[in-house]
């Protein structure tokens, strides 16, 4: 039922950018936390950013602090991340997750958990000279 279509992934020269996209449905958009978490080669999977329901605050992980820009579209039910410039180290595979609450310590404490209800079906995002 719930689906989360994401695209924007592919390969780009280290610098370069890309976006990504997540289109949700099937469950109330809006009401929830949501996030970007990534799985690099060889790495464990970790939280990149997560956003309020409203947009109205995010967090950032280290690795990507001041480098990538989370945002949602409520109207559209879409999350977009922005990456300006990549670097080799963001080599990974990207998932748009969904909390399994709408609790926010419950949504914010899956950046320590990373115990999510639903995932996408991820995009690949590969740096490369």
């Known amino acids: 039922q719930v689906q989360l279509v994401e695209s924007g992934g592919g390969l780009v020269q280290p610098g370069g950018p890309l976006g990504l996209s997540c289109a949700a449905s099937?469950?109330?958009?809006?009401d929830y936390w949501m996030y970007r978490v990534r799985r690099a080669p060889g790495k464990a999977l970790e939280w990149?950013?997560?956003?309020?329901?409203?947009?109205?605050?995010?967090y950032y992980a280290d690795a990507v602090e001041g480098r990538f820009t989370i945002y949602r579209d409520n109207i559209k039910n879409t999350l977009h991340l922005q990456m300006p410039g990549l670097s080799s180290d963001d080599t990974a595979v990207y998932y748009c997750?969904?909390?399994?609450?709408?609790?926010?310590?419950?949504?914010?404490?899956?950046?320590?958990?990373?115990?999510?209800?639903?995932w996408g079906q991820g995009t690949q995002v590969t740096v490369s000279s």
């Open positions: 997750a969904v909390p399994k609450s709408v609790d926010p310590l419950i949504a914010i404490a899956a950046m320590g958990s990373l115990d999510f209800a639903s």
């Open positions: 099937g469950f109330t958009f809006s």
């Open positions: 990149v950013e997560v956003i309020h329901p409203a947009g109205r605050n995010s």
